[in-house]
């Protein structure tokens, strides 16, 4: 399938999965009915101030998590990376965390994206700096760990600490990852560093196409490795770093997503990016979709969700590897 | 084209090129050859800023290679690295076609000219019936083949091969050998590093000869590779052969001079 087409359907799907996202819920409104002027105040609130917001933020969240896992595989050049491994999703759950519970979201709300992107990179370099420049996956596996053992403790040791056991719960079930009771403002906030971030992806096709002959011959090609691996970590902890202290940390896009559309670009990591974007979106997005049609009961929290799915998958994808040769 | 005046490398601390010059001029093929050890692959590795020069100045078309940008740099050198890895399995054509990435701006697609070098590539390199094959999946000689297919295909004025026919059977081997001199003919500046001896002398123009760091002869193969030198640089004395098929052939080890 060529790249165009490939691009073109799942634009498409990720669109008729908005379109399902907006028209589904309670109320049994749909996108018809705005145009129905005489029913008012109550469609326009339901649609645009609850259900839009959430379907863009979904989105706009799945796509980063998708595009973060795609580069991340391509930089590190295995596709068993993802940005839960080297600690960028731990670490923006322990910023966003941090600034909850210091009550400063309430203050300043941007403060809580930007504690996201702080955590995030910092766990990154942390990360970088202990496995060390020309470290082996297995290295970086090893010191993901450990910073994501890190974070776990610190997020850990904040809930011990929280001021009431309501704190608890909220901070709790915000790390399991979830998209509703998110507005309009949300979104607004969540847009500027992911867009920032998405485009410092967009130049970095080229360099990790070149990584595929390993770091000599890509710096014999005109790869400016350091540069390209710096951008590429500030990309995924702006773009991480606002997606999960919006949405908390929904973990497996990154590793699911790029893997599946692999075979579907050739291998071709450049191609990847924008191909895992989308399709990060629309299964985000239809995550959201099946937990908001599971029957009444507690509300399934969508991290939980793509975890029962994606660990199973993941574990999947680890046996297909081992015949596969990395 | 390729200017090295009297570089220092070092790797760990210690010096492992010590006082080299040597020029390249396009058209010509310099097999560079010396026991393990001596310093080729770093030379080579030197002369890409992948490894820090210490004094001495490496000059390409009269510029130092510290003041050429880097996107231009990787236009006027290729380089096939000794066992490059292939991290993903990529069809061996997409692999032979990142060769012409140096000369895209990052955006745009390969194009039909793009197509044609790799196409030509292909088949110099007999590889054409495995173009669609993923590139893990191929013999050790046919991913080398590959590999130097793809530092053929940026068409750059000075190609680096280090070791490009270490694993080939001998069909093979004659056949890169030739398509390397073929490109150095055609107007191109070809460096290759090499341990068998009468390849190196056949289709090599000129060879220089490394040893703990040294240039330590420089000239055609009957200059330097003497009885003395092969004695004194590898510690073996060899066979030779007649004036019109001139072969080397190691015979048998010697006492370590050195």
């Known amino acids: 399938m060529s790249i165009s087409r490939l691009l073109t359907s799942l634009g498409l799907l990720v669109l008729v999965l908005m379109l399902i996202s907006i028209n589904l819920g309670t109320g049994q409104v749909n996108m018809f009915d705005l145009l129905n002027s005489d029913q008012g105040n109550a469609v326009r609130l339901i649609l645009l101030e609850i259900r839009l917001p959430r379907t863009l933020i979904a989105a706009v969240a799945g796509a980063s998590f998708g595009i973060c896992g795609a580069a991340m595989q391509g930089l590190l050049r295995n596709p068993l990376a993802s940005p839960g491994l080297i600690g960028s999703s731990s670490g923006a759950a322990?910023?966003?965390v941090t600034v909850l519970y210091l009550g400063l979201g309430q203050t300043f709300?941007?403060?809580?994206?930007f504690g996201g992107m702080l955590g995030a990179l910092i766990a990154m370099v942390l990360v970088y700096v202990l496995a060390g420049r020309d470290a082996s996956i297995v290295t970086i596996v090893l010191a993901g760990i450990a910073i994501n053992s890190l974070a776990l403790a610190l997020m850990s040791l904040i809930l011990n600490l929280a001021p009431?056991?309501?704190?608890?719960?909220?901070?709790?079930?915000?790390?399991?990852?979830?998209?509703?009771?998110?507005?309009?403002?949300?979104?607004?906030?969540?847009l500027p560093p992911t867009v920032l971030g998405w485009l410092l992806f967009a130049g970095t096709g080229q360099g990790l196409d070149l990584l595929t002959l390993g770091e000599d011959t890509a710096h014999s090609m005109g790869v400016n490795l350091g540069l390209l691996r710096s951008r590429i970590f500030l990309a995924v902890a702006l773009s991480i770093g606002a997606a999960v202290s919006i949405t908390g940390a929904i973990g497996f896009i990154g590793l699911v997503i790029p893997h599946l559309l692999r075979p579907l670009v050739a291998y071709q990591p450049g191609r990847l990016l924008p191909v895992s974007a989308l399709g990060g979106a629309a299964m985000l997005l239809a995550a959201d979709i099946v937990v908001r049609l599971m029957p009444p009961g507690p509300e399934i929290r969508i991290g939980v969700l793509t975890a029962v799915v994606g660990a199973p998958f993941f574990l999947f994808l680890i046996l297909k590897t081992r015949r596969w040769q990395i | 084209m390729l200017e090295i005046n009297n570089i220092e490398v070092h790797m760990?601390?210690?010096?492992?090129?010590?006082?080299?010059?040597?020029?390249?001029?396009?058209?010509?093929?310099?097999?560079?050859?010396?026991?393990?050890?001596?310093?080729?692959?770093?030379?080579?590795?030197?002369?890409l800023q992948l490894i820090p020069v210490q004094h001495g100045s490496v000059e390409l078309e009269g510029r130092p290679t510290d003041t050429i940008p880097i996107q231009q740099r990787a236009r006027t050198i290729a380089y096939v690295p000794q066992q490059g890895p292939v991290n993903w399995p990529l069809t061996v054509e997409r692999l032979v076609a990142l060769g012409r990435l140096p000369h895209l701006p990052a955006w745009?697609?390969?194009?039909?000219?793009?197509?044609?070098?790799?196409?030509?590539?292909?088949?110099?390199?007999?590889?054409?019936?495995?173009?669609?094959?993923?590139?893990?999946t191929l013999s050790g000689g046919e991913r080398t083949r590959a590999l130097l297919g793809r530092a053929l295909a940026v068409d750059a004025p000075l190609l680096l091969a280090d070791e490009?026919?270490?694993?080939l059977d001998p069909a093979h081997q004659l056949q890169i050998m030739q398509l390397l001199r073929g490109y150095s003919s055609a107007g191109h500046a070809v460096i290759v590093v090499?341990?068998?001896?009468?390849?190196?002398?056949?289709?090599?123009?000129?060879?220089?000869?490394?040893?703990?760091?040294?240039?330590?002869?420089?000239?055609?193969?009957?200059?330097?590779?003497?009885?003395?030198?092969?004695a004194n640089v590898y510690n073996i004395n060899a066979r030779f052969g007649e004036d019109d098929d001139f072969y080397i052939i190691p015979w048998e080890r010697v006492a370590d001079r050195s």
């Open chain 1, 109 to 113: 709300w941007l403060l809580m994206p």
């Open chain 2, 12 to 47: 760990g601390g210690q010096p492992i090129v010590r006082d080299i010059s040597l020029r390249v001029i396009r058209g010509e093929m310099l097999g560079l050859l010396g026991p393990n050890g001596a310093g080729k692959s770093t030379l080579l590795r030197s002369i």
């Open chain 1, 94 to 96: 322990l910023g966003a």
């Open chain 1, 164 to 190: 009431s056991p309501y704190a608890v719960r909220e901070i709790v079930l915000w790390t399991l990852g979830s998209v509703t009771n998110l507005g309009m403002n949300d979104l607004w906030v969540l």
């Open chain 2, 108 to 136: 745009q697609r390969p194009s039909r000219r793009d197509q044609e070098i790799v196409e030509r590539i292909l088949i110099e390199t007999d590889l054409s019936h495995l173009k669609y094959r993923s590139a893990t």
């Open chain 2, 194 to 230: 090499m341990h068998d001896l009468t390849l190196a002398a056949r289709y090599c123009h000129r060879l220089a000869l490394m040893h703990e760091g040294l240039l330590v002869a420089n000239g055609s193969a009957r200059e330097v590779l003497n009885a003395e030198n092969l």
């Open chain 2, 164 to 167: 490009p026919v270490a694993a």
